[in-house]
């Protein structure tokens, strides 16, 4: 007899499976359904192929004419912060000169939110954060990758991985944790100490911990070099982390050679990078991150075009960077402006945001589309054809969350307790 589904997703207009290999690059199944049992994906396909799998026990969730879609995969995230810096933003979008800004008080930077994050108590870092990445789960982000970088010393470093970790646990999301020791480096120390300490101290003993599955530097004028970034990087594979880059966002030195070489699951940012390089990139199997969050929250001289990427047939995802300096935490506001600003397709935006987005992160084979065997993180977004993602301005989009095959999300609020209720109701 065949195993039964314990929930069903059916009556959707589009379901969008956002397989890898999908000719559409989304998947469409017009009329598709979708079978979870066991936290999985048990069936995808037409309504006849998933209807046998139903029987008294199953719960059934009726799309009503809406799109079916994977949890979005968020793939760059500074979303472990303290403080605000609201005042740096406008200061921004008044054009005000650097002497009016220092005369009314105003700090700008990353170091300048290393105070409130260092300060913190853990508890409280992660009350602050959780309040966002309940945001993300609610618009649709069923795998947030989170940074460090905000402490750039031993104790605030572990402080923000070990929030990754609470959050992991308490709230319905999975959580991949990236270790950005090399964001920059503390006023009281020169480059070349806190370099040595962080490679030969903190980035062996965050190895030990075993608290993050990647490492990632920033590679810019002003920042680290990309010789610099090769030795950090290097440590923290030698660590057991996975390398990433920050790369080409505001000027280009160098850093998608070093990505390429170092086979960099993934370089982010990448408006400077020139057409050789991302080939380069697109070669070495990295995954191009670039960020329209960031580019519209600064104003952006120079946005990322999408277009010599694609050329170069380098896999785009898009993530919403959520920071201090880009306070977005919805992947259907980035794909609106990766369509409008930067020329992407609606279609591509999709990619970019869920099986891409996975590829970011090395999790293609667990998340990131709809497909027998993989984790049962998918959406429901209360609209009647895919492309009004990026063409329908409203609040938010997304009806429905599904992490792990459970109900996570309603209409915009989290639904924890029924996430616990469902063993008891369920009789099969
Ligand atoms: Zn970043």
């Known amino acids: 007899m065949k195993e039964s589904a314990e929930l069903v997703v059916g009556n959707a207009s589009e379901l969008l499976t956002c ?28 309504k006849s192929d998933v209807e ?6 199953t719960e059934f969730i009726d799309a009503a004419g809406g799109i079916v879609a994977p949890g979005f995969v968020d793939s760059h995230t500074h979303v472990v912060f303290g403080g605000t810096r609201v005042g740096e933003y406008f200061a921004k979008i008044e054009k005000l000169s650097p002497e009016e800004t ?67 646990a308490r709230l319905p999301v999975s959580i991949a944790s990236t270790f950005l020791g090399g964001h920059g480096w503390p006023h009281d120390m020169s480059k070349e100490k806190y370099m040595d300490f962080l490679i030969k101290d903190m980035i062996p003993f965050v190895g030990s911990l075993g608290l993050a ?38 000027s280009y030195i160098g850093g998608a050679e070093v990505a390429s070489d170092l086979h960099a699951v993934s370089a982010d940012h990448l408006n400077y990078v020139p057409r050789k390089s991302l080939r380069k990139l697109a070669e070495s199997g990295v995954t191009g991150v670039p960020l329209p969050g960031i580019d519209f929250a600064v104003g952006h001289p120079l946005p990322f075009d999408p277009a010599p990427m694609i050329d170069e047939g380098l896999e785009i995802a898009i993530a919403t960077n959520c920071c201090p300096g880009c306070w977005c935490t919805s992947m259907p506001f980035i794909m ?36 027998p065997g993989k984790n049962a993180d998918i959406q429901v977004w209360n609209l009647g054809h895919h492309e009004d993602i990026a063409y329908h301005y409203k609040g938010n989009p997304v009806a429905i969350v599904i992490k792990d095959g459970k109900v996570a999300a309603r209409d915009s609020r989290l639904v924890s307790g029924e996430r616990r209720q469902r063993g008891s109701v369920n009789k099969g």
Not at 31 to 39: D, M, N, S, Y
Not at 52 to 57: E, G, H, T, Y
Not at 341 to 353: F, K, V, W, Y
């Open 19 to 46: 397989a890898d290999d999908a000719p559409d690059l989304i998947g469409v199944i017009r009329g598709g359904w979708v079978a979870v049992r066991g936290g999985r994906v048990l069936a995808v396909g037409a």
């Open 52 to 57: 046998p799998l139903i029987s008294s026990a």
């Open 102 to 168: 220092e005369r009314r008080g105003i700090r700008t930077g990353i170091l300048t939110t290393l105070e409130p994050t260092r300060k913190h108590s853990l508890e409280f870092l992660y009350e602050e954060t959780a309040a966002r990445v309940k945001d993300m789960i609610v618009s649709g982000s069923t795998t947030i990758e989170s940074k460090s970088g905000y402490g750039l010393d031993r104790e605030t470093e572990i402080k923000q991985l070990e929030v990754n970790g609470l959050l992991e």
């Open 213 to 250: 599955e990647f490492c990632d530097a920033w590679c810019d004028e002003g920042h680290y070099t990309a010789k610099e970034c090769g030795a950090i990087l290097e440590a923290g594979a030698a660590a057991g982390m996975r390398p990433k880059l920050h790369e080409g966002g505001y």
């Open 336 to 371: 609106i402006l990766a369509c409008r600003n930067h020329g992407m397709s609606s279609e591509r935006a999709i990619r970019a945001a869920t099986i891409a987005g996975a590829k970011a992160l090395g999790r293609q084979d667990r998340v990131g589309s709809i497909e």
